[in-house]
């Protein structure tokens, strides 16, 4: 049965003429529906998506907008039932004001952490952000129901909704990791959804424009913000790089945003010094571009080399492991997509084939082409002994088919900051590495700070363990890391004190390498629980409070 609608202002603005504009009213309604729903979805995503990058653990991020959007939403459903008066025109106010405030949340979002140093300002900032977005959300659907309800039944109007509804939601969540993030990225992707919303806005205008009162106020609020939104989205760009120039101090030689991770090179040109004041020695058959620029590597915002200090840390994650390992025929790299550990490997002669898996083929793109990082790497990623797989490295050692097992494993991944990487520090993965492991074979992977994060540094050394291999942890000071910590493993017990290096090195001495695996009270052991796939405590102890200083 259809329900006619009423004829008088308390059900909309005013008679509609059922018979010309039914149909049509009805489906640019439910499409309306479906395209607010898709805006939705996306704001809660964008937003969730830049507190990830700006204050990592993407779970807790995603875990707390997603709660705090539906709370939102559901007071938003709550507070509709005020609503019986004017539904069309303040449809059309709560799309303009979701398009203005969801349009600028990720600039603000950006900007909040820039210039307030506070995490708890940041914190409330998003509150305020989520709960008004996801309210006015909340007032949507109701509101919009009880339009579409003037037309057909009650279980009709439902069914419909909710299925446009869902749909809306699908489609946003596909767009948004497939295409916006990608190809527009998380400043520009916001303003574009605020235009969807102020279209959703003037859909409605054009098809109620007779019964609506305040047409000219609502036009004239529509056309500003729908104006103010484009030229946002044409300088979205612009915006973007003034706010990376606030986040990173040098500039910004790159900006990539590829599927999986935020990809930024810096660059800050360095005072030359005189020859009699400089000490620097070069490492060996290295064109080190050190003392003349400081070129740095960012993904997802954190630090991955300093060109001033990165031998130091690729020095003291290779040459242990390969000094110690029975032989070096065959080395592979997991993560080290830059090339710098493999320039490392490259100074053995007796090397055959080092095997690179990178999930990110961006990555070695780039460390492959950009002229600055193939003359730091030496073109180690451009070698013929150097085989680059593009796949996931849990996926590599997990599968194992491979042609014969590995002399030296080098685990140069991410830190731990969020469930899919503290995967790849867990139990399993490491019983995965001992599989394809030959029997005199040796194991190192950075470890993290063992001062800025210290259980999480002990947490991977007793993992390591757990799996039933022999463990050893040791750390040094980099000037732009900080003091960062390794951990060597291998299936037989081996002497520390064995460790002579075989090759020339910058930074090394076969005594810095046996005081390497010294530890002062304040990052000494500490008891631990095992990181697990199904207990992901690594990423929690990554979260110590003393990242705050780092």
């Known amino acids: 049965m259809t329900v006619k609608p009423e004829n008088n202002e308390n059900s909309h603005q005013g008679p509609v003429n059922l018979h010309q504009t039914s149909k049509w009213a009805v489906f640019a309604l439910l499409f309306s529906v479906c395209l607010i729903a898709t805006c939705a979805i996306i704001y809660e995503l964008i937003i969730a998506a830049v507190s990830s990058y700006l204050l990592g653990n993407s779970v807790y991020q995603f875990s707390i907008t997603i709660g705090l959007f539906m709370s939102s939403m559901g007071l938003g459903s709550y507070l509709s039932r005020y609503f019986s008066r004017c539904l069309v025109a303040r449809f059309i106010l709560i799309e303009i004001a979701i398009a203005l405030i969801g349009g600028i949340s990720s600039t603000v979002l950006f ?5 307030n140093e506070s995490v708890t300002v940041y914190l ?7 709960t008004s977005i996801g309210t006015l959300v909340g007032l949507e659907i109701p509101i919009l129901t009880q339009i579409i309800g003037q037309y057909d039944s009650l279980h009709i109007t439902l069914s419909n909704v909710l299925a446009f509804d869902y749909i809306g939601a699908l489609i946003g969540s596909v767009v948004f990791p497939l295409i916006l993030l990608k190809h527009t990225g998380l400043v520009q992707s916001a ?29 004239f609020a529509t056309v500003i913000t729908s104006g103010s939104l484009t030229i946002a989205a044409i300088y979205s760009t612009d915006i973007d790089h003034w706010l990376e120039r606030k986040l990173y101090r040098d500039h910004i030689q ?5 599927r999986y991770q935020k990809i930024v090179l810096t660059k800050r040109e360095m005072r030359k010094t005189s020859p009699a004041n400089n000490t620097i020695k070069k490492p060996p058959n290295l064109e080190i571009i050190n003392n003349r620029t400081d070129l740095r590597l960012f ?30 025929t065959n080395v592979l790299i997991l993560g080290g997509g830059d090339g710098l550990a493999a320039r490392e490997v490259l100074r053995y ?21 950009n002229p600055e990082i193939v003359q ?24 194992g088919h491979h042609d014969h097992n590995f002399d030296v494993v080098i685990i140069d ?47 991977i050394h007793h993992t390591i363990e757990k799996a039933g291999l022999h463990t050893y942890a040791y750390h040094l000071e980099i000037p732009s890391m900080g003091d960062w910590g390794f951990n060597l493993a291998s299936k037989t017990t081996n002497e520390i004190k064995n460790i002579r290096l075989a090759v020339e090195t910058n930074f090394l001495t076969n005594n810095l390498i046996q005081a390497m695996f010294q530890f002062g009270k304040d990052v000494n052991e500490l008891e631990t629980k095992i990181n697990t796939l199904l207990k992901p405590t690594l990423m929690f102890y990554y979260e110590d409070q003393n990242w705050r200083y780092y």
């Open 254 to 258: 790159l900006s990539n945003q590829s």
């Open 413 to 459: 991944l991410p830190d731990p900051n969020h469930e899919s990487l503290s995967k790849l520090y867990s139990v399993t993965f490491y019983k995965l590495i001992e599989n394809i492991l030959n029997t005199k074979g040796v194991i190192v992977t950075q470890s993290t700070s063992p001062f800025f994060s210290r259980e999480a540094f002990w947490c």
């Open 376 to 399: 730091l790497n030496q073109g180690s990623l451009l070698n013929k002994k150097v085989a680059i797989i593009n796949q996931d490295a849990y996926k590599f050692v997990e599968w």
């Open 124 to 130: 409330v900032v998003m509150f305020v952000l989520i």
């Open 111 to 115: 900007n909040t952490y820039i210039f």
């Open 349 to 369: 002669p007796e090397v055959e084939r080092i095997v690179l898996i990178d999930i990110d083929p961006e990555i070695t793109k780039v460390c492959s082409n």
């Open 299 to 328: 993904i997802n915002g954190n630090l991955q080399f300093s060109s001033v200090d990165e031998y130091r840390y690729h020095e003291a994650l290779v040459h242990p492991a390969m000094n110690l390992a029975d032989k070096h």
């Open 191 to 219: 303003y574009i959804i605020g235009l969807l919303n102020i279209f959703v806005a003037g859909l409605l205008l054009c098809q109620y424009w007779k019964s609506i009162e305040d047409k000219h106020l609502l036009t």
